[in-house]
């Protein structure tokens, strides 16, 4: 079982930056895929970006929308997945969901198998 506990959401202006967090729990963090997802107000949770595990080499992989924007890193030894957004845009306003271990293309929802309960992040313009 992997609990995760997201942090660092919040209200920024547009053209500002947040990072978010991702605590996970569970001995074999380093080997799991970790990804973000987002759902703004009236849409599907979509894909943001993604980060494999150990077993492939913890390539990073993002959505058109955030790529160039947004960058996710992993720290290990601390459990914690981060979402550095930069550049933010009123269309970033969402709830963000981390998402622990999947497979395949780490873009789908149904490839996850343990989700965060959310974090806002509103910007403003």
């Known amino acids: 079982q992997v609990q995760l506990v997201e942090s660092g959401g919040g209200l920024v202006q547009a053209g500002g930056s947040l990072r978010l967090s991702c605590a996970a729990s569970?001995?074999?963090?380093?080997?799991?895929?970790m990804g973000w997802f987002r759902r703004a107000p009236g849409a599907e949770r979509e894909f943001v970006a993604a980060?494999?595990?150990?077993?492939?080499?913890?390539?990073?992989f993002y959505a058109d929308s955030v790529k160039g924007r947004f960058t996710i890193s992993r720290d290990n030894a601390k459990n914690t997945v981060y979402l550095q957004m930069n550049s933010l845009k009123p269309e970033d306003t969402a709830v963000y969901y981390c998402?622990?271990?999947?497979?395949?293309?780490?873009?789908?929802?149904?490839?996850?198998?343990?989700w965060g309960q959310g974090t806002q992040v509103t910007v403003s313009s």
């Open positions: 998402a622990a271990d999947a497979s395949g293309t780490y873009r789908r929802v149904d490839e996850y198998h343990y």
């Open positions: 569970g001995r074999t963090f380093r080997r799991v895929a």
């Open positions: 980060i494999s595990g150990s077993w492939t080499g913890y390539g990073d």
